[in-house]
Nanobody, 123 residues
C-alpha cells in the first residue's frame, strides 16, 4: 500500500501562484506514475496533470496548459504541482494520485489517492 499526503493548498488572489506537494510513504518502491486530480462542487472529477515514473512523459488538461507544471523528486518520494496565473475556476480540492501507468491515470483509474488539499482562488 501507498499513503499520499498533500500539502500547499490555500487561499490566493486571481493571478497568484501556489505549489502543491505530495509526499508518498509506505510501499514507495513501486514505480508509480503520479498525478493530480481536482473536485469542485457541482463538477466532475478532473485529472489536472500527470507524470510518468521516469518523468519524461506528462499530461495536462487543456485548461491548465501553460499555467501548471507537474514535477517529481523520486529520491524524496515527492511530486509537485506548480500553479501559476490562478483563476477562480481553479478553485477545488486537489488530490494527489498514484497509478501503475500514466495511461491508467488519464483514464481515471487511480490506484491510490490522498485526502486532498483545498485551493481557493479569489477575484
Amino acid at each position: 500500500q501507498v499513503q499520499l499526503v498533500e500539502s500547499g493548498g490555500g487561499l490566493v488572489q486571481t493571478g497568484g501562484s501556489l505549489r502543491l506537494s505530495c509526499l508518498a510513504s509506505g510501499r514507495t518502491f513501486g514505480n508509480y506514475a503520479m498525478g493530480w486530480f481536482r473536485q469542485a462542487p457541482g463538477k466532475e472529477r478532473e485529472l489536472v496533470a500527470a507524470i510518468s515514473w521516469v518523468g519524461t512523459d506528462t499530461y495536462y488538461t487543456d485548461s491548465v496548459k501553460g499555467r501548471f507544471t507537474i514535477s517529481r523528486a523520486n529520491a524524496k518520494n515527492t511530486v509537485y504541482l506548480s500553479m501559476n496565473s490562478l483563476r477562480p475556476e481553479d478553485t477545488a480540492v486537489y488530490y494527489c494520485a498514484a497509478g501503475l501507468s500514466l495511461s491508467r491515470l488519464v483514464k481515471s483509474l487511480y490506484d491510490y489517492w490522498g485526502q486532498g488539499t483545498q485551493v481557493t482562488v479569489e477575484s
